[in-house]
């Protein structure tokens, strides 16, 4: 039981000294949020644009 408790402890401790070089680019993530935020901007705008104000 010891060993496995100390096997799994030096698993994760590996894991987290790993840089990020996996995974997803986070410049990627980034970019896709912006676009699409601008998106939903303009759609806002588009959809408010022919309204009058009350």
Sequence with gaps: ???QISTLA???VRAAEEGGEG???PW???AGTL???LFLLIALVWFGGGREHS
């Design 1 to 3: 039981m010891a060993s």
């Design 10 to 12: 030096l698993t994760v």
């Design 35 to 37: 676009a699409f935020l």
């Design 23 to 25: 995974g997803v680019n």
């Design 28 to 30: 990627l993530v980034g």
